[in-house]
T-cell receptor, first 112, second 109 residues
Framework: IAGITQAPTSQILAAGRRMTLRCTQD?????MYWYRQDLGLGLRLIHY???????GKGEVPDGYSVSRANTDDFPLTLASAVPSQTSVYFC???????????FGPGTRLTVL | GQNIDQPTEMTATEGAIVQINCTYQ??????LFWYQQHAGEAPTFLSY??LDGLEEKGRFSSFLSRSKGYSYLLLKELQMKDSASYLC??????????WGAGTKLIIKP
């Protein structure tokens, strides 16, 4: 693989279910990010990780959790999905955390 | 609060020039980024400015005025493939990106 991959590409989920969105990068980037993108709004940061073993909360962290056990993987978990979490989710990474971010292809999530 | 403003939509003609403006208010400032996003795809990096002035990269140029909290993206010799949304993002004092809602650029033949 080259760059960032996300899985699944899309998912329809019943409210109350638990869901993990996967993100893997092979660029050995230190920083990784999870955003959601909703129509008419800018990308909003959910959680971030500046380096393996550390995570931080972004602008809209409620209802989401992340882990960063190694450099490559940064999964995002919805513990109990709600309809307001219907969105397109993008994972991104940057080499140092202060430079350009590279984005994965996104996961389109619908919560019914 | 932190805020990024950019026009919602712009229309231009193939072969012409278009300027997309962005104003920002952030807690601290560590640079201004422009990204391109085609419909249904991920954003891709276009440019980065941290000092005042113009950065030119082929048909695309980006300008920054830190004192005015203002940037623009200039696209020359427009092609149909330039039809996309253009996202402005400012990096704040915590090195987090604050994103505008994007400007949808429609190119007409």
């Amino acid at each position: 693989i080259a760059g960032i991959t996300q899985a699944p590409t899309s998912q329809i989920l019943a409210a109350g279910r638990r869901m993990t969105l996967r993100c893997t990068q092979d660029m050995r980037h230190n920083a990784m990010y999870w955003y959601r993108q909703d129509l008419g709004l800018g990308l909003r940061l959910i959680h971030y990780s500046n380096t393996a073993g550390t995570t931080g909360k972004g602008e809209v962290p409620d209802g989401y959790s992340v882990s960063r056990a190694n450099t490559d993987d940064f999964p995002l978990t919805l513990a109990s999905a709600v309809p307001s979490q219907t969105s397109v989710y993008f994972c991104a990474s940057s080499a140092t955390g202060v430079d350009e971010q590279f984005f994965g292809p996104g996961t389109r999530l619908t919560v019914l | 609060g932190q805020n990024i403003d950019q026009p919602t939509e712009m229309t231009a003609t193939e072969g012409a020039i278009v300027q997309i403006n962005c104003t920002y208010q952030t807690s601290g400032f560590n640079g201004l980024f422009w990204y391109q996003q085609h419909a249904g795809e991920a954003p891709t990096f276009l440019s980065y400015n941290v000092l005042d002035g113009l950065e030119e990269k082929g048909r695309f140029s980006s300008f920054l005025s830190r004192s005015k909290g203002y940037s623009y993206l200039l696209l020359k010799e427009l092609q149909m493939k330039d039809s996309a949304s253009y996202l402005c993002a400012a990096m704040d004092s915590n090195y987090q990106l604050i994103w505008g809602a994007g400007t949808k650029l429609i190119i007409k033949p």
